[in-house]
């Protein structure tokens, strides 16, 4: 059976089909393709370290009651409750290895609702200023943010030779965690631990991060 269509009724109809292809796309997806978004230098005011980030996401000292000399949080603010979050924590550690860092960092969450553990801790996928570091995935209902969201957390933890230990915590809700992944990978990649005693500041890092988009001017974090 023919339908006679008129061209005003064929438009009206390709335009209710391409409304419905865009509705039926990730929201999140839609939102990041549209920012024009460039890479910039987060240098500690220190010298502890340098890391590259997006220019959507802004640095905030992570936990304000902390002596943690590195202790950073970089956060991008998605539509309604969706976030994702960067912490970076440098410190003194009572560990001897990475393993045992990474395994014990998500012990206070296991008390959240539907905690489960996503990877157990492998070692070898990520490096932190150079050094081999160990990973676990897990996830888990926050019952400390609005609407108590699932969260899907990365956590890689890598031990120094002076000591020291330092964690890169991926924190973000689980819709978001594949699409900002890259994103992460490539932050954690640039970041450069340029004094390890936490006293003097130390000679500058570089700024030759192959594969990164171009870098806007460097931004000095205050914190």
Same mark, same amino acid.
């Given at each position: 059976?023919?339908?006679?269509?008129? *061209?005003?009724?064929?438009?009206?109809?390709?335009?209710?089909?391409?409304?419905?292809?865009?509705?039926?796309?990730?929201?999140?997806?839609?939102?990041?393709?549209?920012?024009? $978004?460039?890479?910039?230098?987060?240098?500690?005011?220190? &010298?502890?370290?340098?890391?590259?980030?997006?220019?959507?996401?802004? +640095?905030?000292?992570?936990?304000?009651?902390? /002596?943690?000399?590195?202790?950073?949080?970089?956060?991008?603010?998605? *539509?309604?409750?969706?976030?994702?979050?960067?912490?970076?924590? &440098?410190?003194?550690?009572?560990?001897?290895?990475?393993?045992?860092?990474?395994?014990?960092? +998500? %012990?206070?969450?296991?008390?959240?609702?539907?905690?489960?553990?996503?990877?157990?801790?492998?070692?070898?996928?990520?490096?932190?200023?150079?050094?081999?570091?160990? #990973? /676990?995935?897990? /996830?888990?209902?926050?019952?400390?943010?609005?609407?108590?969201?699932?969260?899907?957390?990365?956590?890689? &933890?890598?031990?120094?030779?002076?000591?020291?230990?330092?964690?890169?915590?991926?924190?973000?809700?689980?819709?978001?965690?594949?699409?900002?992944? +890259? $994103? %992460?990978?490539?932050?954690? *990649?640039?970041?450069?631990?340029? #004094?390890?005693?936490?006293?003097?500041?130390?000679?500058?890092?570089?700024?030759?991060?192959? &594969?990164?988009?171009?870098?806007?001017?460097?931004?000095?974090?205050?914190?």
């Amino acid at each position: 059976m023919w339908i006679d269509l008129s *061209r005003n009724d064929l438009t009206i109809i390709s335009s209710v089909i391409m409304c419905a292809i865009l509705l039926s796309l990730p929201i999140t997806q839609i939102y990041a393709s549209s920012e024009n $978004v460039v890479w910039k230098t987060f240098k500690e005011k220190n &010298g502890l370290f340098t890391i590259k980030y997006p220019s959507n996401w802004s +640095p905030l000292k992570a936990y304000p009651d902390s /002596t943690a000399p590195i202790n950073i949080v970089f956060s991008y603010t998605g *539509r309604e409750s969706s976030f994702a979050e960067l912490y970076l924590i &440098g410190q003194e550690s009572i560990y001897t290895n990475a393993t045992d860092l990474v395994d014990d960092y +998500p %012990v206070y969450l296991q008390n959240e609702q539907n905690f489960k553990l996503l990877q157990p801790t492998e070692c070898g996928t990520y490096t932190i200023s150079n050094l081999t570091a160990c #990973d /676990t995935i897990i /996830t888990f209902k926050s019952s400390h943010l609005d609407g108590k969201p699932v969260i899907k957390d990365l956590i890689v &933890g890598t031990i120094g030779e002076d000591g020291s230990e330092y964690i890169a915590e991926y924190y973000v809700t689980k819709d978001l965690f594949d699409t900002f992944l +890259p $994103v %992460v990978e490539e932050m954690i *990649r640039s970041i450069n631990i340029t #004094d390890t005693s936490g006293l003097p500041e130390s000679d500058s890092a570089t700024d030759d991060f192959p &594969g990164l988009p171009p870098l806007s001017e460097p931004t000095i974090g205050k914190l």
